[in-house]
């Protein structure tokens, strides 16, 4: 069942706390922001801060179809918007000319026809629903080339797609469209000034500990404040790739399995694969740095 958008900055945080999406005011108004002025929101920030999470919950909360389009290099109109069935044509065409069938024109009207149109993401997102737009998760943009890019401003500047054979797709009404990129290249400045723009960055300790409250329940208390603190310590040290939220819930969940109340240094090290994913910087925190992390952690919560 399709909800009404929400008509304010704290009716959009309650909207994402109601599927335990822990938001901060910033993040909420330019979801809001979003939602009612019909503008396409891009979401840059490092990989699991929540940025694709974002495009899940307003489906769930707002009763919308999700429609993700997963980017990555080489993709193309053919798997991004549609492609025609040439199987499907070819055999059309031989059973019209074993029949008999010579009216060109009117054999081509019909094998350029949409019973043989395969519709794919960015397509689909246009057909008119029941349930409303739909919410078009157009997910890791920056992995694309910048010629899909290009393409990608007719969706977004007027939400249409132009197929030759067929002329142009309209949308009745403008799907909510949410673009995640995790930066490993820039963005095209054209692009970017058909959306509404957001940082999404790691959240701070005490956010951290209530996004960990609500994920991650059965956590002891002690444990998932040790988690929080270690994490964000590991945060200011140049590591390959530091670890985002998606990981820190990870962490505390195979923590809370192995039953653990506190952390020790055989534990962080024998879990660390749980939270890095490089093994320079497992090498760099295992052992004895592990150890100074812990004791700075419990002596800064004790004096807390």
């Known amino acids: 069942m399709t909800h009404p958008l929400p008509k304010s900055i704290d009716e959009t945080l309650a909207l994402l706390a109601s599927a335990n999406y ?4 910033a993040l909420a108004t ?4 979003s939602l009612r002025m019909g503008r396409p929101l891009f979401l840059e920030g490092e ?3 929540g940025k694709t999470e974002i495009a899940k919950v307003l489906s769930k909360t707002l009763g919308r179809k999700l429609i993700r389009l997963q980017c990555y290099e080489g993709l193309d109109v053919s798997s991004a918007v549609y492609e025609w069935n040439y199987a499907a044509q070819m055999m059309a065409i ?5 029949s008999g069938d010579t009216d060109r024109t009117r054999l ?12 794919r993401a960015l397509l689909q997102a246009l057909e008119p629903s029941t349930d409303g737009p739909p919410v078009l998760l157009i997910d890791e943009l920056d992995r694309t080339d910048e010629a899909f890019e290009a393409f990608l401003l007719e969706v977004l500047s007027d939400f249409q797609i132009t197929i030759p054979e067929l002329g142009t797709i309209k949308a009745d009404q403008a799907p909510i469209v949410i673009i995640t ?3 490993t290249r820039e963005i095209h400045d054209a692009l970017k000034r058909r959306c509404l723009y957001h940082w999404v960055d790691y959240p701070n300790a005490e956010r951290e500990q209530e996004i960990l409250r609500t994920r991650v329940p059965q956590a002891a208390a002690n444990l998932s404040a040790q988690v929080v603190a270690f994490v964000q310590k590991l945060r200011g040290i140049d590591l390959f790739k530091q670890p985002g939220v998606a990981e820190t819930l990870d962490w505390a969940t195979a923590l ?3 039953d653990a109340v506190a952390l020790d240094p055989e534990l962080v090290t024998d879990t660390l694969g749980v939270l890095l994913k490089y093994q320079d910087d497992i090498a760099r925190i295992q052992g004895s740095k592990a150890q100074e992390l812990i004791n700075e952690v419990q ?3 004790r004096a807390g």
């Open 22 to 25: 822990v938001s901060d005011r």
């Open 108 to 119: 081509e009207q019909d094998v350029f026809s949409e019973r043989y149109l395969t519709k």
């Open 299 to 301: 002596a800064e919560l």
């Open 94 to 98: 031989r059973l019209a000319e074993a």
């Open 256 to 258: 809370t399995e192995l």
């Open 30 to 33: 330019v979801v809001f922001l």
């Open 181 to 183: 990129s995790n930066r």
């Open 47 to 49: 990989a699991g801060v």
